[in-house]
């Protein structure tokens, strides 16, 4: 007979994974208590490296069920769902959505749900590329500067370039403006890409 288990996760403390635990009751999943896993992780971490999922795979069997509530519960992508769920199919474990209406993702309308949901998440990744790219060249196009701003001001820059043609030290210069080394570094590596004729080269 298959035994149902089902995994609740939650990323913070300050959540709780019983809310969770409801729903899959009330969808009609009977599950006892010492078959519901439950872990405070964040999403971003793997499925893999989840130590209470680690624990569910170790006790879970051919036959045998997993209820999530959302398919973010299983990964942190859709890859990331995609691997578990292939990895659960091939220890012979079903594995039901409720998001999805309770959909079996090992069944084949489950795999092709899986197919959709990876080839959404691909598109709006590329989106999100593009969108980004874009933002950065129209950016560029209106002369705006990219990146961190500097710790040093302009005129600091030009006194840095300045003292160190004069043979100060980036240590010193660096201790004087109250900055790390490698700020007075990158106005130095500034000047030279400015072709600025420096004495210390």
């Known amino acids: 007979m298959s035994r149902v288990f089902a995994y609740c996760r939650v990323s913070t403390a300050d959540q709780h994974p019983e809310n969770q635990v409801r729903e899959i009751k009330a969808a009609g999943?009977?599950?006892?208590?010492?078959?519901?896993?439950?872990?405070?992780?964040?999403?971003?971490?793997?499925?893999?490296?989840?130590?209470?999922?680690?624990?569910?795979?170790?006790?879970?069997?051919?036959?045998?069920?997993?209820?999530?509530?959302?398919?973010?519960?299983?990964?942190?992508?859709?890859?990331?769902?995609?691997?578990?769920?292939?990895?659960?199919?091939?220890?012979?474990?079903?594995?039901?959505?409720?998001?999805?209406?309770?959909?079996?993702?090992?069944?084949?309308?489950?795999r092709m749900t899986m197919g959709v949901l990876n080839a959404v998440a691909e598109f709006e990744r590329d989106l999100l590329i593009e969108r980004t790219n874009s933002g950065l060249q129209r950016a560029r196009a209106e002369g705006r500067k990219l990146g961190r701003p500097s710790a040093l001001s302009e005129a600091q820059q030009t006194?840095?370039?300045?003292?160190?043609?004069?043979?100060?030290?980036?240590?010193?210069?660096?201790?004087?403006?109250?900055?790390?080394r490698r700020s007075i570094r990158r106005a130095r590596d500034n000047a030279i890409r400015g072709q600025q004729p420096l004495k210390y080269l």
């Not at 069997?61 to 959302?70: A, I, N, P």
């Not at 003292?163 to 240590?171: E, P």
């Open 29 to 110: 999943f009977d599950i006892s208590a010492r078959r519901v896993v439950t872990e405070h992780i964040s999403g971003s971490t793997a499925a893999s490296e989840r130590p209470q999922f680690a624990k569910l795979l170790e006790r879970i069997e051919e036959g045998d069920v997993l209820v999530v509530g959302k398919l973010d519960r299983l990964g942190r992508s859709a890859m990331d769902v995609r691997s578990t769920v292939d990895k659960l199919a091939a220890m012979g474990v079903r594995v039901h959505c409720l998001a999805l209406g309770g959909a079996d993702l090992t069944s084949p309308a489950g």
């Open 159 to 180: 006194e840095v370039v300045r003292k160190l043609d004069s043979g100060a030290t980036l240590y010193a210069l660096a201790q004087e403006y109250r900055v790390d």
